[in-house]
C-alpha cells in the first residue's frame, strides 16, 4: 500500500517566490528520507505519469500563481516518520505558515493498487443516475 499525503497551501501574494522556493528546498532534502517513494517538482497543474506508477509532483496552479499543492508518496503509513524525524522538517512551518494566506490543507489517502487485474462487476445501467 502506498500511503500519500496532499496539501495544498495558498501563499500571499508578495511571498510567492519564497514559498516556491521553500517548496522547491523541502522537495531536495525530503526526496532522500528512506521509505519516501518520490518527490518531482513541476508547475502547472499536469500529472507526470511514469511507466510504473505516478510519480510525486509539487504543483502550482496554472491560472493562480499563489496556490500549490504537495504530493508525498511513502512506501506505508509508517514511512511518514522518517520524514517527522528530519531535522529539515522542523524548520519548514515556522518559515511557510506566516507567508500563507490560509492554514494548509493537508488529506492523507491510500493509493489504489492498479498493478492487478479486477472483475468490474455488472449493472443495469438504468439504475444509476448522474448528477452534476
Not at 525530503?30 to 509532483?57: F, M, P, R, S
Not at 524525524?85 to 519548514?92: A, G, L, Q, R, V
Not at 491510500?110 to 449493472?123: F, G, I, M, N, R
Amino acid at each position: 500500500m502506498v500511503y500519500t499525503i496532499i496539501v495544498h497551501l495558498v501563499a500571499k501574494p508578495e511571498h510567492v517566490d519564497k514559498v516556491k522556493a521553500k517548496l522547491i528546498e523541502a522537495s531536495r532534502v525530503y526526496k532522500n528520507d528512506k521509505e519516501t517513494i518520490d518527490w518531482h517538482v513541476a508547475q502547472g497543474l499536469c500529472l507526470i505519469l511514469d511507466q510504473l506508477c505516478l510519480l510525486t509532483i509539487l504543483l502550482s496552479d496554472v491560472h493562480d500563481p499563489c496556490k500549490f499543492s504537495i504530493v508525498e508518496r511513502y512506501e506505508q503509513e509508517s514511512s511518514q516518520s522518517y520524514h517527522l524525524n528530519n531535522p529539515y522538517w522542523k524548520t519548514f512551518d515556522p518559515y511557510v505558515k506566516p507567508l500563507l494566506a490560509e492554514p494548509m490543507d493537508l488529506r492523507r489517502v491510500s493509493e489504489l493498487d492498479t498493478s492487478k487485474d479486477v472483475d468490474v462487476p455488472q449493472h443495469n445501467i438504468t439504475e444509476i443516475t448522474y448528477q452534476e
